[in-house]
């Protein structure tokens, strides 16, 4: 049998465009900063990135959608912009990777009916996720704006209380607030050292507000080098526009999109992006033919061993000097 040919990619991150965002999107909203936490992130390996080093966190699962987390390199063939790589520097299975991670919660009124369970469902998910002095994230409202009622920060205490805070009703701009976090909260988050960065979205889908388009969102989660997933609050027991909005967004980035027809699903839907966070494998290897040159370029992989499927980003912008 010929292997299975699974496109994916790692969005390496440019330098933060010039202009800014207010400027572009004036009415997308601010993103006001009510607390900073930093966490140190402890003994962890330290790698110096390299322009023409490419870092590719991925994960593999089984035909029946269970997570494989004892494959090796040779399991594996690489191809970066149809070629195959010059070396590989590295691989190993990452379990347990620092996560830098966004929450983006809709607000907007036709989440109404759904809006408390979904804020318990968040911060469930915070307290299991986040791990003190080791992980951080940061939570975004939307409607027709994005406020950030907690910036950055270790502490699950201060996080929960931040998804308290919001309030729902409105309008929503989803593409706003995916461009905003991606653009002034992970491009601008630059670790020394291997980090999962990821944005979870609790939404529709369904945009009615946003400045920029769908595919300026996806390309600026690509530049930040962030995976996203998404969860819709359709419960409906249909798939609706917006959630097909929800799964390209999420499958551009290498990322999920979960469907529950139940509140009560929403729980398991956030146990299962916890449970992919902690089970990826990291390849870092060197593209034949690589120019500083700021376009984008696919990677191709094949996995060797059968009925076994690879899931990450499409591509990446190439980094330039």
Do not use: W
């Not at 916890?274 to 593209?287: A, F, G, M, N, T």
Request: aromatic share 10%; proline share 4%.
């Amino acid at each position: 049998m010929m292997p299975l040919l699974v496109t994916f990619a790692l969005a390496c991150a440019l330098p933060a465009f010039a202009q800014s965002y207010a400027s572009s999107t004036a009415s997308a909203g601010a993103f006001p900063s009510t607390s900073v936490d930093d966490p140190q992130a402890g003994s962890v390996l330290t790698i110096h990135k390299r322009v023409d080093e490419v870092n590719v966190l991925f994960i593999a699962t089984d035909k029946h959608g269970k997570f494989v987390r004892d494959l090796n390199q040779n399991d594996f063939a690489i191809l970066d912009d149809h070629k195959p790589p010059q070396s590989i520097i590295n691989f190993r299975r990452e379990t347990d990777l620092p996560l830098h991670l966004g929450l983006l919660i809709d607000v907007s009124g036709s989440v109404h009916s759904r809006f408390e369970f979904e804020q318990n469902a968040a911060i469930s998910f915070l307290q299991h996720s986040i791990r003190t002095g080791y992980d951080k994230a940061f939570i975004v409202g939307f409607n027709t704006k994005s406020q950030m009622p907690q910036d950055f920060t270790d502490n699950v205490t201060k996080l929960s209380a931040g998804v308290h805070q919001l309030q729902d009703g409105g309008g929503t701009a989803l593409y706003d607030a995916i461009y905003r976090a991606s653009k002034e909260k992970f491009l601008k988050d630059r670790p020394d050292r291997p980090v999962r960065k990821a944005i979870v979205v609790v939404s529709d889908g369904e945009d009615n507000q946003s400045e920029v388009t769908r595919a300026q969102a996806i390309e600026m989660a690509q530049r930040a080098e962030v995976i996203i997933y998404a969860i819709s609050t359709d419960d409906s027991g249909l798939i609706l526009r917006g959630d097909r909005v929800l799964e390209q967004i999420a499958e551009a980035t290498g990322g999920r999109a979960f469907f529950p027809f139940k509140m009560k699903d929403i729980t398991h839907s956030f146990a299962a992006i916890e449970d992919e966070l902690r089970s990826q494998y990291i390849v870092s290897y060197k593209p034949a033919d690589f120019d500083a040159d700021g376009r984008y370029r696919s990677i191709e992989i094949s996995t060797l061993k059968k009925d076994l499927q690879v899931r990450a980003r499409k591509g990446y912008f190439a980094q330039q000097q």
